[in-house]
């Protein structure tokens, strides 16, 4: 194989300019040859069911597959607190520059800067499209459309559907999409999963998939292939990931030739209900919204063992405003992260665990929204119970189907008690290698949304994924696949009788008797959780050298040993989610090793990827600029062996600075 | 706590099914009801039987994945709540709990637990949408929307297409599922040009599927875990006469 060699294909010329003059100068599909043009999306979260109604809308064939039931599920679905997007409607100085720069500040300066300021430059028609398709967005009475701060921003640009943003998004692209399957544009697949990706002539030009309810394998071509399967949180086993969310789609292209980016930086949510015992299967995310009113504090006192409320206020340490006055609360989610990990392990957590701190709503509920609710009334001197009435009703409103589903869990009421949370991991930001087309480095093979690694550097800003996974759907893969599919009009479609589509058939189908044949001991549960335990104790908030070294040595110990103890009940040719999970469980065992390989390889903080060994005297991650301000690119070259891509980053818009929130 | 379960064990859509009997032990009050049958489900493995086959994937009450009729209630006795939400201290030690599939025949079993819903999606592809292509959109702030149109439009749009609905009719009717949907569009100005159209294609694919017709008992709304309200099904009824009337070519 010839040596890869990485080019992102930025367009040249100022930065506000590159993508104005790319979509004038790419070449274009004229209507006809569109109607002979087949593409493959895979996934149907916000990134491939905006993709998928799209490219239909504009002419090409288009199939979808999803693992779910139906597209509507896919795990975007769960996203809560926002979208964001600079409109500036709240006159707060907003603007694209303003969204980029937070962007790539807040990635810690490992993002590519043209891909951000796409980004930045089309968050704004995404709302409009949105709103145009029936999303109902918060709105205030003069029928104007409202938003709230995240971290990361001194601007309010979060446009949202009271904690159920991501459910609204997505209905919206699932209505598009379902209006094209209605139309017979699109062909969808549900309960489909892929598992191998077909190369012809080196360009991708199919897939394998799996009908989970037969077993049956099926051959599918496609001129072009689309994987938008979102991110690979659950390789720690507990994430706030859906349970259905793997890396099998991204690592089967993986092993095809893409290559894969930054694995290590994965991204831990500061605000997350606590894990309660061995049981758990999944964390629940409590949306970073809460952080605009929630105050975080844990007491100042170690092992404090008095009920929150009993708590007096000047013996509370409201950590992150007393450490980031400028930003409060508001600080990144990796800095909030790190800063509630510091608290519990120096013994400040709450909880039966310790392993917990405070998010506590009364002060806001009762100075914030009970004053202002009480001046609207005109109630004066209300007293506590009445600022504690009228407070709630607004902060139910706001976020009423969070503070309901944490006391489900929890068995406890957050308008009450102060909830209890902690850090869990939500989001990756690292995933297939894409240039500015959102191409992998498999010809005719892209990658959208969570899947890819190309925005949000080391540390995703809240309210940012739904921004992304929409934009490339919706607003950039429509212009560029013009790009190669101009290039493919002669192509005609390939019957899938050809011999790669045998080959790769066979390939798969042999895994899968591999993995049922084994009649082991253990169950694809059990060594998910395994998994789970060494990713999260060595490749987790914090890392060091020694323990990403043991991490290596475990997973492949691990590796070994699911493949020859594995018990996987059921038959093949049938419904079998036992199936389908051992699958997805040998795929992020492999991933696991290539991310503590990463991690390892990052001799510097930076981001969500702080290694213990570098770091400053307060405890702040140090970036190495000189020697690692790369994006690493890992290519596949056999079992357990990988080689080192670097992809420079250049700022030339930016300044880079030491990221400071104080 | 130990809890005795009857579950339905059915191999496909082909075969016959049958109530089977488990016993779990050591159930802690904080599990999910979901994660009670992971326990089960490992058990069983470690047994070398066959695990129990249900759907579910975000667990956190959004996707609509989960789909249990528990002691003949969909999503299990809790207002409001899925069952991935429902917790084992909603039970108590000794506790026998029937659990079987949504039973609709427009809802067919594919094995045990899981049953076959791509009849909602059916249902959304006829109509439930505003057919607008990506980059016609106007500024967002160009067509204001008043606040209680709104979040009456958001109410409706929080319908989850988990089935509960139709599992807790005793017509297996739609009819809640395919309300929210025409609400949400009939109470936005984008949803005004289609709004005819839309109510008609969407109550004629709803009875092509299957599902019976509503007698207003009002069993959809009490067991719905997102509590979408029967006033939807009051409009779509207007919304559907309202079109018939008017719109004598279709």
Not at chain 1, 129 to 144: K, L, N
Not at chain 1, 252 to 261: D, E, I, N, P, V
Not at chain 1, 476 to 496: D, Q, R, W
């Amino acid at each position: 194989m010839a040596t890869i060699k990485l080019d992102a294909k930025v367009p040249e010329g100022p930065i506000g300019e590159k993508w104005t003059k790319y979509k004038s100068s790419v070449p274009l599909v004229n209507p006809a040859n569109k109607r002979s043009l087949e593409i493959i999306v895979v996934g149907t979260g916000l990134a491939g069911a905006s993709a998928a109604a799209s490219l239909a809308e504009m002419g090409y064939k288009v199939k979808t597959f999803c693992f779910q039931d139906s597209p509507r599920r896919a795990h975007s679905i769960a996203a809560q607190g926002g979208i964001n997007a600079a409109k500036n409607y709240q006159n707060d100085g907003d603007s694209t520059y303003r969204l980029f720069y937070d962007t790539i500040k807040g990635g810690d300066y490992r993002a590519r800067e043209g891909n951000v300021h796409r980004l930045a430059e089309v968050s704004a028609n995404i709302i409009d499209q949105c709103v145009a398709q029936g999303v109902p967005f918060a709105r205030d009475y003069g029928g104007m459309l409202r938003n709230r701060s995240f971290g990361g921003t001194q601007v309010q640009r979060t446009f949202y559907a009271a904690g159920q943003t991501g459910q609204q998004l997505l209905l919206g692209a699932y209505s598009a999409l379902e209006r094209q399957i209605g139309k017979g544009s699109v062909i969808n697949y549900s309960r489909h999963e892929m598992l191998e990706v077909v190369k012809i002539d080196g360009k991708a030009r199919g897939i394998i998939a799996r009908n989970l309810i037969t077993g049956e394998l099926e051959r599918h071509f496609g001129h072009a292939v689309l994987l938008c399967t979102g991110g690979y949180g659950n390789v720690f086993y507990l994430s706030t990931n859906a349970m259905g969310s793997n890396v099998t789609a991204g690592w089967k292209a993986h092993k095809q030739g893409a290559l894969f980016a930054n694995p290590c930086f994965t991204q831990i949510h500061p605000t997350c209900i606590p894990v309660s015992g061995d049981h758990q299967s999944k964390l629940t995310l409590m949306s970073e919204s809460l952080r605009n009113d929630g105050r975080i504090w844990v007491p100042k006192q170690k092992d404090d063992k008095r009920a929150a409320n009993d708590i007096p206020e000047e013996e509370r340490d409201y950590y992150l405003e007393r450490r980031y006055p400028a930003f409060g609360n508001l600080v990144p989610r990796d800095i909030a992260s790190r800063a509630a990990k510091e608290r519990c392990d120096a013994g400040y957590g709450v909880g039966v665990t310790k392993m917990a701190v405070y998010l506590d709503f009364k002060s806001n509920l009762i100075n914030k929204y009970g004053r202002a609710q009480a001046t609207k009334l005109g109630i004066e001197n209300p007293d506590l119970d009445t600022l504690i009435r009228l407070g709630k009703e607004v902060v139910k409103e706001e976020y009423g189907n969070l503070f309901d589903m944490y006391k489900q869990i929890t068995g406890e009421d957050p308008y009450e008690v102060p909830m209890m949370i902690y850090p869990a991991v939500h989001y990756t930001m690292g995933g297939v290698w894409v240039d500015y087309n959102l191409m992998t480095t498999v010809p005719g093979l892209y990658c959208l949304g969570e899947a890819n690694f190309s925005d949000h550097g080391a540390n995703r800003l809240g309210a940012s994924a739904l921004m992304q996974g929409l934009s490339d759907g919706y607003f950039v893969i429509p212009y560029t696949i013009g790009a190669y599919l101009s290039a493919e009009i002669k192509t005609k479609a390939i019957p899938t009788d050809h011999e790669a589509f045998v080959e790769a058939e066979k390939a798969t189908r042999e895994r899968i008797e591999k993995l049922i044949n084994i009649k082991g001991k253990q169950s694809p549960e059990s060594f998910h959780k395994r998994l789970g335990k060494i990713m999260w104790e060595k490749c987790g908030m914090a890392r060091n050298e020694k323990g990403l070294t043991e991490a290596i040595a475990e997973i492949q110990a691990l590796k070994k040993e699911f493949w020859s103890d594995l018990r996987v009940l059921g038959d093949i040719d049938g419904f079998n989610p036992e199936l389908d999970k051992a699958g997805r469980v040998a795929d992020f065992i492999e991933l696991g090793e290539l991310m503590c390989i990463d991690a390892l390889n990052r001799n510097e903080s930076c981001g969500g990827h702080f290694r213990e060994e570098y770091q400053e005297d307060g405890g702040e991650a140090m970036r190495d600029d000189e020697n690692y301000m790369y994006v690493a690119a890992w290519e596949h070259k056999g079992e357990s062996q990988w080689e080192l891509h670097k992809e420079e980053l250049k700022y030339e818009n930016i300044k880079i600075a030491q990221r400071n929130y104080k | 706590m130990t809890i005795n379960l009857k579950v339905w064990k059915q191999k496909n859509a082909k075969t016959s099914g049958n109530l089977e009997t488990y016993k779990v032990d050591h159930v802690s009050p904080d599990m999910s009801f979901l994660e009670m049958f992971d326990v089960l489900n490992e058990k069983l493995v470690q047994d070398n039987k066959e695990p129990i086959a249900f759907d579910h994937d975000c667990r956190e009450g959004i996707c609509g994945m989960c789909s249990m009729y528990i002691n003949g209630q969909p999503h299990g006795p809790l207002e409001g709540v899925t069952t991935c939400q429902l917790h084992m201290r909603s039970f108590s030690d000794g506790d026998t709990i029937v659990v079987e599939p949504w039973r609709s025949a427009a809802f067919p079993v594919i094995k045990d637990l899981v049953v076959d819903r791509t009849a909602f999606d059916r249902i959304i592809a006829s109509g439930g949408f505003v057919s607008v292509n990506t980059g016609n959109a106007q500024d967002a702030n160009n067509l204001p929307i008043g606040k209680d149109k709104a979040d009456m439009a958001f109410a409706a749009a929080a319908c989850i297409g988990c089935g509960a609905c139709v599992a807790a009719c005793k017509n297996a009717s739609a009819m809640l599922f395919v309300s929210a949907k025409v609400s949400q569009l009939a109470l936005l100005p984008q949803g005004q040009p289609e709004r005819e159209s839309r109510a008609l294609n969407m109550v004629a694919q709803m009875d092509a599927e299957g599902f019976g017709a509503c007698t207003n008992t009002g069993a959809c709304a009490a067991e719905c875990p997102k509590e979408i309200s029967l006033d939807n099904i009051a409009r779509l009824n207007r919304e559907f006469l309202g079109a018939s009337i008017s719109n004598q070519e279709v």
